[in-house]
């Protein structure tokens, strides 16, 4: 696997087709991305349109990841989000329990809810860490 973490979601794409593990790409994706300071950066890492997967509910995910961060940011989506391949027909719930069905339902944010996909209110979260603190520090 690559030692370098994707810093842009064509790069987490494109490490996923050759290594597998989207979700893994994706969250460290979203740690980089968390990180960058400003909405150019920010444009700049969702902006170029991430290649194909081989299954239509991660092609539909990436582009939901896109537009809940842009939205979110306050950047417009890049316009690759609106392709037709990037939607899907069918409803995908990740959690797969059929009692969280009703409440991903309600909270999925509208970028996971226009594609069809129900996930809960924060999908994108990651924990956060003080980068400056060290282990001496850190309470016992």
């Known amino acids: 696997m690559s030692s370098a973490r994707p810093t842009t979601l064509k790069a987490a794409a494109a490490q996923a087709i050759a ?11 979203l ?14 890492a969702i902006s170029d349109d991430p290649p ?13 990841v896109a537009e809940h961060l842009s939205l979110t940011n306050h950047i417009s989506p890049p316009e690759w ?37 129900f996930v809960d209110s924060n999908p994108l979260s990651r924990p956060r860490r003080n980068r400056t603190e060290t282990t001496a520090d850190a309470p016992q």
Do not use: V, W
């Not at 290594?19 to 893994?24: K, S």
């Not at 409803?91 to 069809?116: H, V």
């Open 19 to 29: 290594h597998g593990n989207l979700g893994a790409f994706l969250r460290e994706f």
């Open 52 to 64: 194909f997967l081989d299954h239509p509910t991660a092609n539909a995910y990436l582009a939901a």
């Open 31 to 44: 740690d980089e991305f968390y990180g960058l300071k400003g909405p150019d950066a920010q444009l700049q």
């Open 81 to 117: 989000t609106r392709q037709e391949r990037r939607f899907l027909r069918r409803p995908f719930f990740p959690a797969g329990l059929e009692s969280l069905k009703a409440l991903c339902i309600k909270e999925s944010p509208t970028a996971f809810r226009r594609r069809m996909i």
